[in-house]
């Protein structure tokens, strides 16, 4: 295991280079939870955004979309995922969520998980504004995010939380509150049709065997104890979540065009 620049990588590479294959706030289920809402068919065009490691793209292919389209701006992720999976009518496109040079009405479903998070405010507009301009009029918009609770959290208290979370995670994570990530969505123009929340416990012993399996639990704490560095990384994220958990929560949001 290469285990260069452990202090500067982001979190969820880090836990990808201890097996993680699980990635998102909510877990396993809400990304279920996720895919059943949209009802992906075999007359759809999906559009994926930082599909990362590529494990809700297998899950999105099994339905047999008309066609998937996976935009990531990490050039490593997409070659990466061009040799994991291959189909017919699958690409994965380097480009920015920003700009993913698709044409206008494009696709009938669009998701993104944990990735809208990680933008800068004026950003997060950006991306939405460019899901709204591909996306079909009827098509749905899912997001699967980090959500701040209650609605009426104090900026204080968001700004030191949002810090504590950069420093963890070395990215500049900046969750919204329910009402926030509703209003970024209806200011473009969507219309929200659900919202589904779980428990931000990414890094819990308990949802890790529920996400990976107990073997890979297992493997995954074995490359953790040999590796110092990164449990020293992973014990300081941890315990991030931990003072935060009842501010946190993994969100689910289903809109529509």
């Not at 285990?3 to 294959?21: N, P, R, Y």
């Not at 009938?108 to 990680?118: P, V, Y």
Request: charged share 30%.
């Amino acid at each position: 295991m290469n285990t260069q620049h452990i202090e500067t990588t982001s979190g969820h590479w880090l836990l990808a280079k201890v097996g993680k294959k699980v990635l998102r706030p909510g877990g396993r289920l809400l990304t279920g939870k996720l895919l059943n809402s949209l009802n992906i068919s075999k007359e759809d065009r999906v559009v994926e955004l930082a599909p990362g490691l590529g494990y809700t793209a297998k899950k999105i292919l099994e339905s047999q979309p008309q066609s998937y389209t996976g935009i990531d701006a990490d050039e490593d992720a997409v070659q990466l995922l061009k040799r994991k999976i291959i189909g017919k009518q699958v690409e994965f496109k380097l480009a920015n969520a920003r700009e993913t040079g698709l044409q206008e009405d494009f696709a009938s479903k669009i998701l993104g998980e944990a990735m809208l998070t990680m933008q800068a405010p004026h950003r997060k507009k950006e991306i939405v504004q460019e899901v709204y301009r591909v996306l079909k009029k009827g098509g749905l918009y899912g997001i699967h995010e980090l959500a701040l609770i209650p609605d009426e959290i104090s900026a204080k208290h968001k700004k030191s939380l949002e810090y504590d979370l950069a420093q963890s995670m070395k990215v500049n994570a900046r969750p919204l509150t329910t009402s926030e990530w509703k209003s970024l969505l209806e200011e473009v123009g969507f219309k929200i049709v659900k919202v589904e929340y779980a428990d931000m416990k990414l890094l819990q012993p308990e949802r890790i065997i529920e996400d990976e399996g107990f073997l890979r639990f297992l493997k995954i704490a074995k490359n953790v104890l040999l590796n110092p560095d990164i449990k020293k990384r992973i014990i300081h994220m941890r315990s991030t979540f931990k003072k935060y958990e009842t501010n946190l929560k993994a969100i689910m949001i289903i809109a529509q065009k």
